[in-house]
C-alpha cells in the first residue's frame, strides 16, 4: 500500500513537473528574448547619443545601466507571470520599498538628478579649470553624484552636484585665452602716461603672457587716496591664471618702485580751520546779550 502511494505521488510530481516544463521554457526563452535584445540596439543607441554629443559617461548610465535595467526587467516580470508567479503582488511590494527607499535616500537622488544636468547641459568637462562652491581648481573627475577638482594647493575636493547646480560656477577654460586682471594705483601727483610706459614694459616680457592680444592698462576709478588702475594681461594656458596674476602684481610694484613712481598708502587729509578769532567774537556778543538782561538795581540802595 506504501509503495503504491509513494508510485501515485511519484506520477504526480511528474505530471506536475511536465505541465511546468513549458512555461519555465517559455520564461527562459523570453529573458534570453530581452536580453539579445538589449544587445542588438545597445550599439545603435550608444551611436545615436554619441552623435548627439552627449558626454560619454552619461551615455554609459543610459544604456548600460538604465537601459539594461528596465529591459531586463520587463523580461524578468514576464517570464515570472509565465511561470505562475502573483506578479502585480511583487510589484505593489517593492513600489511600497521604493517609496520607502526614495525617503531615505532624497539627498542622494537629488545630487544624481544634478548630475545628470551636469552631462546633459556640459556646463564644464574634465580638465577645465572651474570656480565653484569658493573653490578654484582643475576638474579631474565628474560622477553622477559628486564632481571632484584638484586644487592648485594639490588638494583633492569632492564637491556634491546639487551644489554645483545651485550656485555659481565661473567655467575659466571655456572660451580659451582668459585675460587676467591685476588692480594696481599711483598717487595723484604722477603722471599716468609714464606710468602705463613703465608698468607695460615690466609685464609685457613676463612668461605665459601674450603678445596678441597686447598687456593694456586702464585707469578705473580716482580713488580717495590714489589713481586706480587695472593691468590687464592675457593668457592661452589657463592653468597659469593665478601664477600670471602674482608675476604680474610684483612686476608692477618693482617697475614703479624704479621709476619712482609713488603708490600711496590708504590715507585721509584733514584740513583745519584757525576759528579762534570767529570763536572769541561770539563769545563776546553772548556776553553783552547777558548783560543786557541783567535786572537794573533799584535807586537808592546803597542809603
Given at each position: 500500500?506504501?509503495?503504491?502511494?509513494?508510485?501515485?505521488?511519484?506520477?504526480?510530481?511528474?505530471?506536475?513537473?511536465?505541465?511546468?516544463?513549458?512555461?519555465?521554457?517559455?520564461?527562459?526563452?523570453?529573458?534570453?528574448?530581452?536580453?539579445?535584445?538589449?544587445?542588438?540596439?545597445?550599439?545603435?543607441?550608444?551611436?545615436?547619443?554619441?552623435?548627439?554629443?552627449?558626454?560619454?559617461?552619461?551615455?554609459?548610465?543610459?544604456?548600460?545601466n538604465?537601459?539594461?535595467?528596465?529591459?531586463?526587467?520587463?523580461?524578468?516580470?514576464?517570464?515570472?507571470?509565465?511561470?505562475?508567479?502573483?506578479?502585480?503582488?511583487?510589484?505593489?511590494?517593492?513600489?511600497?520599498?521604493?517609496?520607502?527607499?526614495?525617503?531615505a535616500?532624497?539627498?542622494?537622488?537629488?545630487?544624481?538628478?544634478?548630475?545628470?544636468?551636469?552631462?546633459?547641459?556640459?556646463?564644464?568637462?574634465?580638465?577645465?579649470?572651474?570656480?565653484v562652491?569658493?573653490?578654484?581648481?582643475?576638474?579631474r573627475?565628474?560622477?553622477?553624484?559628486?564632481?571632484?577638482?584638484?586644487?592648485?594647493?594639490?588638494?583633492?575636493?569632492?564637491?556634491?552636484?546639487?551644489?554645483?547646480?545651485?550656485?555659481?560656477?565661473?567655467?575659466?577654460?571655456?572660451?580659451?585665452?582668459?585675460?587676467?586682471?591685476?588692480?594696481?594705483?599711483?598717487?595723484?601727483?604722477?603722471?599716468?602716461?609714464?606710468?602705463?610706459?613703465v608698468?607695460?614694459?615690466?609685464?609685457?616680457?613676463?612668461?605665459?603672457?601674450?603678445?596678441?592680444?597686447?598687456?593694456?592698462?586702464?585707469?578705473t576709478?580716482?580713488?580717495?587716496?590714489?589713481?586706480?588702475?587695472?593691468?590687464?594681461?592675457?593668457?592661452?594656458?589657463?592653468?597659469?591664471?593665478?601664477?600670471?596674476?602674482?608675476?604680474?602684481?610684483?612686476?608692477?610694484k618693482?617697475?614703479l618702485?624704479a621709476?619712482?613712481?609713488?603708490?600711496?598708502?590708504?590715507?585721509?587729509?584733514?584740513?583745519?580751520?584757525?576759528?579762534?578769532?570767529?570763536?572769541?567774537?561770539?563769545?563776546?556778543?553772548?556776553?553783552?546779550?547777558?548783560?543786557?538782561a541783567e535786572?537794573?538795581?533799584?535807586?537808592?540802595?546803597?542809603?
Amino acid at each position: 500500500m506504501d509503495a503504491f502511494i509513494d508510485k501515485l505521488d511519484g506520477e504526480r510530481l511528474v505530471t506536475r513537473l511536465v505541465e511546468f516544463l513549458p512555461h519555465l521554457v517559455t520564461g527562459l526563452l523570453i529573458l534570453l528574448f530581452f536580453w539579445v535584445l538589449f544587445k542588438i540596439t545597445q550599439r545603435s543607441f550608444k551611436l545615436l547619443l554619441r552623435r548627439a554629443r552627449i558626454h560619454e559617461t552619461l551615455i554609459h548610465m543610459l544604456i548600460d545601466n538604465i537601459y539594461r535595467i528596465v529591459l531586463l526587467a520587463f523580461g524578468l516580470i514576464m517570464a515570472a507571470d509565465q511561470v505562475g508567479i502573483n506578479v502585480a503582488t511583487a510589484l505593489a511590494g517593492l513600489g511600497v520599498a521604493g517609496i520607502a527607499v526614495g525617503f531615505a535616500a532624497q539627498d542622494s537622488l537629488a545630487n544624481v538628478i544634478a548630475g545628470f544636468l551636469i552631462f546633459w547641459d556640459k556646463p564644464f568637462q574634465v580638465d577645465d579649470w572651474v570656480t565653484v562652491a569658493g573653490q578654484y581648481g582643475r576638474v579631474r573627475t565628474i560622477t553622477m553624484r559628486t564632481t571632484r577638482i584638484r586644487t592648485n594647493n594639490n588638494t583633492h575636493v569632492v564637491i556634491p552636484n546639487r551644489k554645483i547646480i545651485d550656485e555659481v560656477m565661473v567655467n575659466h577654460s571655456q572660451h580659451g585665452m582668459t585675460r587676467v586682471v591685476v588692480p594696481t594705483g599711483i598717487a595723484y601727483k604722477e603722471y599716468i602716461p609714464k606710468a602705463r610706459q613703465v608698468i607695460l614694459e615690466a609685464v609685457g616680457d613676463l612668461p605665459h603672457v601674450l603678445q596678441d592680444p597686447a598687456p593694456d592698462v586702464v585707469v578705473t576709478a580716482h580713488g580717495s587716496s590714489s589713481i586706480d588702475m587695472d593691468v590687464r594681461v592675457w593668457i592661452s594656458d589657463i592653468g597659469q591664471e593665478q601664477p600670471v596674476y602674482f608675476a604680474v602684481m610684483e612686476a608692477t610694484k618693482l617697475a614703479l618702485d624704479a621709476a619712482g613712481i609713488e603708490i600711496p598708502y590708504p590715507h585721509l587729509q584733514l584740513f583745519v580751520e584757525n576759528v579762534e578769532d570767529r570763536v572769541w567774537s561770539r563769545l563776546g556778543k553772548v556776553s553783552s546779550l547777558s548783560g543786557l538782561a541783567e535786572p537794573a538795581e533799584p535807586a537808592g540802595a546803597d542809603g
